[in-house]
T-cell receptor
Framework: QKEVEQNSGPLSVPEGAIASLNCTYSDRGSQSFFWYRQYSGKSPELIMFIYSNGDKEDGRFTAQLNKASQYVSLLIRDSQPSDSATYLCAVFGNQFYFGTGTSLTVIP | GAVVSQHPSRVICKSGTSVKIECRSLDFQATTMFWYRQFPKKSLMLMATSNEGSKATYEQGVEKDKFLINHASLTLSTLTVTSAHPEDSSFYIC????????????FGPGTRLTVT
């Protein structure tokens, strides 16, 4: 079992819709959770982190964490074509683990 | 967010030569930096963890004598690809980790290496 699992996609949503990206992790001792966005040919960019159960909102992005279910998600509201990218979930316990990423395409 | 720079952004070198890539943490001190490589349309692959003042920790299958890592200060880590071969052509990305909770990593912009 991988430490961090993501659905590789591709996930396609129409412009203006909500995109939902999901991630599960195996280490119950994990402390902090991150979402990165990576455009093709570029390096990953940190867009949000969360470490408490519940929701954390930042603009159009909402991260959700459920430690009991070992599940973290990212919602993107009012999706834009510029949101088309690969989204990486990362988890930190005593070391970092990255998921393989979910490819998102927002269709104009 | 924090800023991590990498230099050079692109490099083309001949087979058999060595290439040094620098990674700098510009606005925070980083005891720990990481080096990744990424092939087109593939996932990030962690190569090694660079620790300031001590030897790097390499992932399984990564040759430490080929990929030399030096972390001489709290803001600078270097990766030297020695005796480069065409199969070393890849996108190399460094990151720096904050030492305070939540310990987030910030990535440099990456270096595209082409070995001819």
């Amino acid at each position: 079992q991988k430490e961090v699992e993501q659905n590789s996609g591709p996930l396609s949503v129409p412009e203006g819709a909500i995109a939902s990206l999901n991630c599960t992790y195996s280490d119950r001792g994990s402390q902090s959770f991150f979402w990165y966005r990576q455009y093709s040919g570029k390096s990953p960019e940190l867009i949000m982190f969360i470490y408490s159960n519940g929701d954390k909102e930042d603009g159009r992005f909402t991260a959700q964490l459920n430690k009991a279910s070992q599940y973290v998600s990212l919602l993107i509201r009012d999706s834009q074509p510029s949101d088309s990218a690969t989204y990486l979930c990362a988890v930190f316990g005593n070391q970092f683990y990255f998921g393989t990423g979910t490819s998102l395409t927002v269709i104009p | 967010g924090a800023v991590v720079s990498q230099h050079p952004s692109r490099v083309i070198c001949k087979s058999g030569t060595s290439v040094k890539i620098e990674c700098r943490s510009l606005d925070f001190q980083a005891t720990t930096m990481f080096w990744y490589r990424q092939f087109p349309k593939k996932s990030l692959m962690l190569m090694a963890t660079s620790n300031e003042g001590s030897k790097a920790t390499y992932e399984q299958g990564v040759e430490k004598d080929k990929f030399l890592i030096n972390h001489a200060s709290l803001t600078l880590s270097t990766l030297t690809v020695t005796s480069a071969h065409p199969e070393d052509s890849s996108f190399y990305i460094c990151s720096a980790k904050r030492e305070a909770f939540p310990y987030e990593q910030y990535f440099g912009p990456g270096t595209r290496l082409t070995v001819t």
